[in-house]
């Protein structure tokens, strides 16, 4: 049994939750409000699949609040509230804890290490694709696998551990060796799907059963391939618009995480996903179309709650 903490109470941070303390490991929540710190510390967390729901316990603490050492802090918050994240991360770690980025976007690792230093992080992705109904309760939509590498290179100990740990509890998870390949990788495949998704409403699943916003996931994708291999990235995949199918396929029953924030009016990860693809695209001269008009139709929905200077 491990003692795990995860900052980030949203959909993929109550479905770790949820399905590391229901295989039995000490898991705590790092919540930013006291309300849905107790709430959460009283109700627990329920994840729902296939219309069964399972409750499991966990405790809560406030983000900045020491508690005894964690020995893994898993980071799942929104790529534009990592360096918040890594500050709460500090109080919870002993001399041999790991804090694990599984988050959407490029630089979260960077930025983590900024904070705590490279030696304490592990980088990693997750194609699980979750739901949050409502505070504390998601539903498991999503089956995707999970990668996690060290941040200073290579495939070590330390993410052979974490792997196995994830993978036992029932959340599949291999251990890679190149950081970029895997973050580009993910990152192909959330520029595909998460803006589309967002300004469609529809599915992940959805979008592959119209030919009109089926060629426009392979359009996205295969343009952001093109600026990774501009940049020298080994990209973990031959074909980009397979790839991003795939995860569609994978996740088919999931509402991504940009389209929940949309239909929350809440800021999306839009900057961290096309935003930096159009800003290197445009550095490095390679044409990206699709995304720079998905970026800005996503900001003009974004103006749309936020107003029109927002962002
Ligand atoms: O990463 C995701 C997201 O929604 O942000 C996918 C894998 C696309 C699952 O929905």
Redesign the pocket.
């Known amino acids: 049994m491990a003692r795990i903490a995860v900052i980030g109470p949203g959909?993929?941070g109550c479905l770790f939750a949820g399905v590391l303390a229901a295989a039995g490991h000490d898991v705590g929540l790092v919540c930013r409000r006291a309300e849905l710190a107790e709430q959460l510390a009283w109700e627990g967390v329920a994840v729902e699949r296939e219309g069964v729901v399972r409750r499991a316990r966990v405790w809560t603490c406030l983000a900045g609040q020491a508690v005894a050492p964690v020995e893994v802090v898993l980071v799942l918050v929104k790529s534009f509230d990592t360096e918040s994240a890594a500050h709460a991360a500090a109080p919870l770690l002993g001399p041999d804890s790991v804090v694990v980025t599984l988050q959407?976007g490029l630089g979260n690792a960077e930025r983590l290490a900024g904070v705590l230093g490279t030696g304490r992080v592990l980088a990693g992705?997750?194609?699980?694709?979750?739901t949050l109904l409502s505070p504390g309760h998601v539903r498991h939509?999503?089956f995707?696998p999970s990668y996690v590498t060290e941040m200073e290179g290579g495939d070590g100990p330390r993410a052979r551990r974490l792997a196995q740990l994830l993978s036992a509890a029932g959340l599949p998870t291999e251990s890679a060796a190149d950081l970029s390949a895997l973050v580009w990788g993910?990152l192909v495949?959330?520029v595909a799907?998460?803006p589309l998704?967002a300004l469609t409403g529809l599915r992940?699943g959805q979008l592959l059963d119209s030919p009109h916003t089926a060629s426009l996931v392979d359009e996205l994708a295969r343009e952001a391939a093109t600026v990774a291999q501009a940049l020298g990235v080994r990209l973990p995949f031959d074909d980009a618009a397979a790839y991003a199918r795939r995860?569609?396929e994978?996740?088919r029953a999931?509402?991504?995480?940009?389209?929940?924030d949309v239909e929350r009016q809440r800021r999306t990860?839009i900057d961290a996903?096309s935003g930096v693809v159009v800003e290197l695209a445009e550095r490095l001269g390679v044409p990206v179309p699709a995304n720079q008009v998905v970026y800005r139709l996503v900001k003009g929905v974004e103006s749309r709650y936020f107003g029109p200077s927002a962002g």
């Open positions: 959909a993929l959407n992705v997750t194609s699980q694709g979750a939509a999503g995707g993910k495949t959330n799907i998460n998704t992940n995860t569609a994978l996740t999931n509402r991504s995480s940009m389209l929940q990860e996903i």
